[in-house]
T-cell receptor, first 110, second 117 residues
């Protein structure tokens, strides 16, 4: 059974204080790893898809990387608007079934 | 471009009742998936429909069912509601058929928040 573990569960940063979120996974036949952002009362919003070890993707202050066992979401010089829950998910097998981690709740303070 | 639309956004039911939730995917998307989100369990996969056929199913009891119509709109039904069914039910749509590289991005709706009393 596919397993996804995210750490830390919660993270509090000062504005401008860079950090990384971790997503470790145990799966057979990884087809892709996804990062989503979820704001309170809303559905998850897509950020990145990574398909193979060594791949990296960037968007504004966010950078996602992938190894054979884990993925990192690096946040550089975060702003309060980056506060949200960040979700990691993997897709294996056929179809579009995602297995999610429980998320990291990020709060960025002034 | 309209996103994924879920109705109703909020609803309150009592134990033993049944509920039907609706999802309209992004135009052109043929895959629709349903997830249950609770504080304790996070996001858990319920089922996926593609071209009116259930393609994947999660580990939920038979009280949870779904269907997809020819216009790709989908509904899910929960019968004999229990207190533990209180959750945010999320629908996601995707362009992808099976195995389409780079096309498995799921776009989520805002969800239907179900409270069972």
């Amino acid at each position: 059974e596919d397993q996804v573990t995210q750490s830390p569960e919660a993270l509090r940063l000062q504005e401008g204080e860079s950090s990384s979120l971790n997503c470790s996974y145990t799966v057979s036949g990884l087809r892709g790893l996804f990062w989503y952002r979820q704001d309170p009362g809303k559905g998850p919003e897509f950020l990145f898809t990574l398909y193979s070890a060594g791949e990296e993707k960037e968007k504004e202050r966010l950078k996602a990387t992938l190894t054979k066992k884990e993925s990192f979401l690096h946040i550089t010089a975060p702003k309060p608007e980056d506060s949200a829950t960040y979700l990691c998910a993997v897709i294996t097998g056929g179809g579009n079934k995602l297995t999610f981690g429980t998320g990291t709740q990020l709060k960025v303070e002034l | 471009k309209a996103g994924v639309t879920q109705t109703p956004r909020y609803l309150i039911k009592t134990r033993g009742q049944q509920v039907t939730l609706s999802c309209s995917p992004i135009s052109g998307h043929r895959s629709v998936s349903w997830y249950q989100q609770t504080p304790g369990q996070g996001l858990q996969f319920l089922f996926e429909y593609f071209s009116e056929t259930q393609r994947n199913k999660g580990n939920f009891p038979g009280r949870f069912s779904g269907r997809q119509f020819s216009n790709s709109r989908s509904e899910m039904n929960v019968s004999t509601l229990e207190l533990g069914d209180s959750a945010l039910y999320l629908c996601a749509s995707s362009l992808a058929g099976q195995g389409a590289s780079g096309a498995n991005v799921l776009t989520f709706g805002a969800g239907s928040r179900l409270t069972v009393l």
